[in-house]
């Protein structure tokens, strides 16, 4: 997989990669250099929130010490639910 450099400096981390590590929006992300590499490497934090369905209603459980609940946040999931 490629992605591209912004004008800020920006990349964007491939869809694929970012549901298989089960990075949410806001994550915390260490970058360093090794041997001429960048290396990308998430900060593990406390679980993320996630969408718990029951009988009759969907909730959204959200531990202690999960990212901030944002509008664009809960949008992500109920979106990957």
């Keep these: 997989m490629t992605t591209t ?21 806001g994550a915390v992300i260490s970058c360093y ?3 001429g590499r960048i290396i990308l490497d998430p900060v593990k934090t406390a679980h993320p929130a996630e ?3 029951r009988k009759n209603y ?6 202690e010490g ?3 609940m944002t509008p664009e946040r809960v949008k992500d999931l109920l979106s990957e639910s």
């Design 58 to 63: 969907v909730a959204l459980d959200a531990p």
């Design 33 to 35: 250099l090794e041997d």
């Design 51 to 53: 969408i718990v369905s």
């Design 66 to 68: 999960a990212p901030e």
């Design 5 to 25: 450099l912004s004008s800020k400096g920006q990349v964007v981390i491939p869809l694929e990669i970012r549901k298989r590590l089960g990075l949410p929006t």
